[in-house]
RNA sequence: AACUGUGCCUGUA
C-alpha cells in the first residue's frame, strides 16, 4: 500500500501519465482499490497530468468522497481551464472550504477573468492566508498593479508570499523603488523574498546591490546561490560567476545551465562547452543555450548540428533555431524548420516575422502579422 | 495518521 502511495505521488511530481495509468491499473486489480486516500491521490494525479475526464472517472468510483475528493476533482477541472466545470462542481460540492474557493478564483485569474475573481473573494464566507495571497497573485499576475496593492494593503497580516508576489510584480514592471519599499517595509522576510529583492536589483542592472543583499541574508537556498549566478550571467562577470560556482555547496542542473549561459555571455565558449560536457546530465535547456550560443557567434552550422544530435526539442529549442536562420538572413531553411514545427507560439511567429521584415519582404512580414494569433 | 490551493533561481524573438 506504502509503495503504491509514493509511486503515485511520483507520477503526480513528474506528471508521468504512463506510469501513472499502470499503477492505476494495478491499483484497481488489487486489495486497495476501494481505498479513499489512494483513489484521492489517484484523482490529484490525473489532474495534475492534464486527464480531466480520467480524474472525474475515477473520482465517480469514490463511494464516500471526502473533501479532498471533491476538491482534488475540483482542481483538476480548474487547472486545466475547465472553468464551466469548476463553477458548477463548486455550487454542487457538499461542503466546500477555503482551498475549493481559491482553487476557482485562481483558475479565473489565470484566464483573465478578473472580475469573476474578484466576485468569488467577496463572496468567500472566511478567507484564509492563501486565498488572501492568491488575490494579490492574481491581479500581479494580470499586471493590476494598483488593484494588487489595495489587496495588500487591505491585508490583515501581509505575510511574505504577498509581499514577494509584490515585489516580483514590480521588478517586471520595472519599479524597483515599489519593490524596494516593499521589501524595506515587510513584517517578515523568509528567503524567496531575499531571493526576489536580489533578482529585483540585478534586473535593475545594480549587481553591487545584489551581491549586497546576498552576503546580508540571514540564510541562502540553491535558488539564492543559483540567483546570484545568474545576476553575474547577466552582467558578463564571468569571474565572480565562476567564483560563485565553485564555493556553491550544491549544484543542481539549473546551477550548471546558468553557469554555461554565464560563459556565453561573457564570450566564453570553450569554457561553456566544457561544462556542457562536463555537467552530470544535460537537459533542453542546456542544448538550447548552447545552440544560441554557438549561433549568435555566427556558428550556426554547429548550432545546427547540435540541434539534430540532441535527444529531445521542445518549443523553444525550434525558436531558438528558427531564430538562427531568421537573424542570419537564412529565410528559407528558417521556413522550412517552421514548417516541421508541431506547435508555433508567438515567439516562433515573431522571430518569421522579423525575419522577412529585415529581408525587407514586408508583404511576407504583414501577412504573419495578420495571421499570428494571440499577438502582444 | 497519510492526500488538495498562493510567492523566488537557467534557455528561445
Given at each position: 500500500f506504502r509503495s503504491s502511495v509514493d509511486i503515485v505521488k511520483s507520477c503526480t511530481i513528474s506528471r508521468d501519465l504512463s506510469r501513472g495509468k499502470e499503477i492505476h491499473s494495478q491499483v484497481s486489480a488489487g486489495?486497495?482499490?476501494?481505498n479513499r486516500y489512494l483513489n484521492n491521490l489517484l484523482v490529484e494525479m490525473y489532474g495534475k497530468c492534464g486527464e480531466t475526464e480520467q480524474a472525474r472517472r475515477v473520482f465517480d468510483t469514490i463511494?464516500?468522497?471526502?473533501l479532498f475528493s471533491w476538491n482534488n476533482v475540483l482542481i483538476a477541472y480548474a487547472q486545466n481551464g475547465k472553468l464551466r466545470e469548476a463553477q458548477n462542481m463548486l455550487e454542487k460540492m457538499p461542503q466546500r472550504d477555503s482551498v475549493s474557493w481559491t482553487v476557482v478564483l485562481s483558475a479565473y485569474a489565470a484566464s483573465g477573468h478578473f472580475e469573476k475573481a474578484e466576485l468569488l473573494f467577496n463572496e468567500m464566507p472566511e478567507k484564509d492566508d492563501f486565498a488572501w495571497n492568491t488575490m494579490v497573485s492574481a491581479y500581479a499576475g494580470g499586471g493590476f498593479l494598483e488593484e494588487a496593492d489595495s489587496v495588500l494593503k487591505a491585508m490583515p497580516y501581509k505575510g511574505p508570499v504577498a509581499c514577494t508576489t509584490m515585489i516580483g510584480a514590480y521588478t517586471q514592471a520595472g519599479h524597483i523603488e515599489k519593490a524596494t519599499e516593499i521589501f524595506d517595509t515587510m513584517p517578515h522576510r523568509d528567503v524567496i523574498s531575499w531571493n526576489a529583492m536580489l533578482v529585483a536589483h540585478a534586473e535593475n542592472g545594480d549587481l553591487l546591490k545584489s551581491e549586497q543583499l546576498f552576503d546580508q541574508m540571514p540564510e541562502r537556498s540553491l535558488s539564492s546561490w543559483n540567483a546570484m549566478l545568474a545576476a553575474c550571467a547577466q552582467h558578463e562577470d564571468l569571474d565572480k560567476a565562476r567564483d560563485l560556482f565553485e564555493r556553491m555547496p550544491q549544484r543542481n542542473i539549473l546551477s550548471w545551465n546558468t553557469m554555461i549561459q554565464a560563459c556565453i555571455e561573457a564570450g566564453n565558449f570553450e569554457r561553456a562547452s566544457a561544462l556542457f560536457r562536463m555537467m552530470p546530465v544535460q537537459d533542453t535547456v542546456s542544448w538550447t543555450t548552447m545552440i544560441t550560443g554557438y549561433s549568435r557567434e555566427g556558428c550556426i552550422d554547429v548550432a545546427r548540428r547540435l540541434f539534430d544530435a540532441m535527444p529531445e526539442r521542445d518549443i523553444a529549442t525550434w525558436n531558438a533555431m528558427v531564430g538562427s536562420y531568421t537573424a542570419s538572413g537564412q529565410l528559407a531553411e528558417a521556413q522550412r524548420l517552421f514548417d516541421r514545427m508541431h506547435v508555433h507560439d508567438v515567439i516562433t511567429w515573431t522571430a518569421l516575422l522579423a525575419g522577412y521584415a529585415q529581408a525587407g519582404q514586408m508583404e511576407t512580414a504583414e501577412s504573419i502579422f495578420y495571421r499570428l494569433p494571440g499577438k502582444n
Open positions: 486489495r486497495h482499490c476501494r463511494r464516500n468522497p471526502n
